[in-house]
């Protein structure tokens, strides 16, 4: 069973940076697409980015594109999603999610614990 572990949530102030990581354990990292989610009060969770197995691309949601950057590092089997120049309405849980199949698609297979993340004004 692939297990993913989130980490380095935290509270930082507008346009600061947090570095988020997700271990992946059960599986080898190359074989899933790795996808960054979050979910702010009342709302529904939403995609950030993705990063594909296939491709070796990378995608972002248009609200953090330029300022987040996913990278992963297969040796280690880790995911990082590096945040910078953040905003209140980045405030959320974030989680890290990893699939077979698609990297345009809401339903990941497994799914970490999340991370909470408050940017304050």
């Known amino acids: 069973q692939l297990q993913l572990m989130e980490s380095g949530g935290g509270l930082v102030q507008y346009g600061g940076s947090l570095r988020l990581s997700c271990v992946v354990s059960g599986y080898t990292l190359d074989d899933y697409h790795m996808g960054w989610f979050r979910q702010a009060p009342g709302k529904e969770r939403e995609g950030v980015g993705c990063s594909s197995r296939t491709s070796g691309m990378t995608h972002y949601s248009d609200s953090v594109k330029g300022r987040f950057t996913i990278s992963r590092d297969n040796a280690k089997n880790t995911v990082t999603l590096e945040m910078n120049n953040l905003k209140p309405e980045d405030t959320g849980v974030y989680y890290c999610?990893?699939?077979?199949?698609?990297?345009?698609?809401?339903?990941?297979?497994?799914w970490g614990q999340g991370t909470q993340v408050t940017v304050s004004a």
């Open positions: 999610a990893a699939d077979r199949s698609s990297c345009f698609q809401k339903n990941f297979r497994f």
